[in-house]
């Protein structure tokens, strides 16, 4: 099995990249399997309904968030529907959504970490949880892991090494280089990065980003513009026994 993951998607700039990109990979590469993070899609932050159903249309058979999941509120109705959007797992008992979903034969499962992130349930503990209870798990296991510190995300591939497909982490929007099949055969990677604007500081406007660093006040971020970028994680898993065969950075820019 071929899965795609694709990067926190930002804005505008990131849907006409997903628009223009997901088919051309998936026709390129024979993809079986596409789950695409959709933390940002909605002018630079959280996902609105029609957002989702965008990314869904262009090919996304999953989508995953984050810490901005709530950012608009007609998108709770949504997380409580069919539409295959969930939400980190570790949130605390009785909000809205589910954090994992079954799709064409794969779990997939959204957690967030807690370094500089706030004050979330264990992701770690949440995680064995879900493995220990879930009856009728299909062996293909693909976990996005949203958060901050590289040492957290570093240390949950590590932890699931051998118990799922894959731990591949978002937030960042700053893809990094050490994807690797762990020695239990998981397939890691710190970020993907993010698809978006490229001329931008993790897909915000450059100019009001810079206000913010300089004058410490508070301002609107809105995207950027110009050239786009897809940052994506192509993983080959035996969908027999779950475990990653390769894992490789696919990356598509705009001229």
């Given at each position: 099995m071929l899965i795609l993951a694709i990067g926190d998607v930002i804005g505008k700039p990131g849907r006409q990249a997903i628009a223009r990109f997901l088919p051309e990979l998936k026709q390129q590469y024979g993809v079986d399997f596409t789950v695409v993070n959709a933390e940002n899609v909605a002018g630079g932050i959280g996902v609105t309904p029609e957002t989702a159903t965008e990314l869904l249309k262009a090919g996304a058979d999953v989508l995953t968030s984050g810490n901005h999941i709530w950012a608009h509120k007609d998108i709770i109705p949504i997380l409580n529907s069919e539409?295959?959007?969930?939400?980190?797992?570790?949130?605390?008992?009785?909000?809205?959504?589910?954090?994992?979903?079954?799709?064409?034969?794969?779990?997939?499962?959204?957690?967030?970490?807690?370094?500089?992130?706030?004050?979330?349930?264990?992701?770690?503990?949440?995680?064995?949880r879900l493995l220990a209870e879930l009856p009728d798990?299909?062996?293909?296991?693909?976990?996005?892991f949203h958060a901050e510190a590289t040492s957290e995300k570093v240390a949950m591939g590590r932890y699931l090494d051998g118990r799922v497909s894959a731990v591949l982490g978002t937030h960042t929007h700053v893809g990094t280089i050490d994807a690797s099949v762990l020695p239990g055969g998981t397939a890691h990677v710190t970020d993907i990065g993010m698809t978006g604007p490229i001329d931008s500081i993790i897909g915000d406007d450059p100019q009001s980003v810079l206000d913010r660093f300089l004058t410490q006040l508070p301002n609107r971020l809105s995207a950027g513009k110009g050239r786009t970028v897809v940052n994506a994680m192509l993983v080959r898993v035996d969908d027999a026994t779950g475990r990653a065969l390769s894992i490789e950075r696919i990356q598509r820019e705009t001229d």
């Open positions: 539409t295959p959007l969930i939400r980190p797992l570790n949130y605390p008992p009785g909000v809205p959504g589910r954090g994992f979903i079954v799709s064409k034969g794969v779990l997939v499962v959204n957690l967030i970490g807690r370094t500089f992130m706030g004050n979330y349930d264990c992701p770690f503990r949440t995680m064995d798990k299909p062996p293909v296991i693909l976990v996005d």
